[in-house]
């Protein structure tokens, strides 16, 4: 009861200043949450972009040519912290690597970035030595033969 003595009674214009209030709180704080999310991620993904849309045929038609080579890659990390490389053509016999251009970099950053150098271990074996590693890291390589066949390949390597 108020002090009138009179009972409280829900009118029209209070469900219209209820709804007013409630849409307009949602509004403001769906508002700040856009501005702020605008603010901190410009959603760019790459810095080159234009040109990775140039270039993005030649990586189809270098997906294509790599599915048809049949080849099998393997990385992983040995107990001592070495990258260990093992590369198998479609019938499982080892493939000799006259080059491999591979670096690791983490998942979420850009911060880390590295070149690794593998030497032969054994047929179709490979091994670098990427000093201590901890946490995730992407390994990403282009492998070669000696007739100058690609292999690009992009493994999660976990410490």
């Known amino acids: 009861m108020n002090r009138a003595g009179k009972p409280f009674r829900l009118t029209g214009w209070h ?3 209820l709804l007013v209030a409630f849409f307009g709180v949602t509004v ?7 501005a702020d999310a605008y603010a901190t991620y410009p959603g ?3 810095s080159t972009p234009y ?4 270039a993005f045929d ?3 038609q270098q997906q294509h040519a790599q599915a048809a080579l049949g080849w099998r890659m393997t990385a992983g990390l040995d ?5 260990v490389l093992t590369a198998r053509d479609r019938a499982g016999a080892p493939i000799a690597l006259t080059r491999i251009d591979a670096r ?12 690794v150098r593998f030497v032969p271990a054994g047929p179709g074996a490979y091994r670098a030595d990427p000093g201590a590693l901890a946490g995730a890291w992407d390994l990403r390589l282009s492998a070669y033969d000696a007739r100058g066949r690609r292999f690009d390949a992009e493994r999660r390597l976990v410490r």
């Open 44 to 46: 760019e993904v790459s």
């Open 58 to 60: 030649s990586e189809l």
């Open 28 to 34: 403001a704080v769906d508002g700040l949450m856009m």
């Open 51 to 54: 040109e990775e849309g140039l």
């Open 104 to 115: 690791l970099e983490r998942p979420a950053t850009e911060d880390g970035r590295r070149a």
């Open 15 to 17: 469900v219209l200043g």
């Open 79 to 83: 107990a001592r912290g070495a990258i």
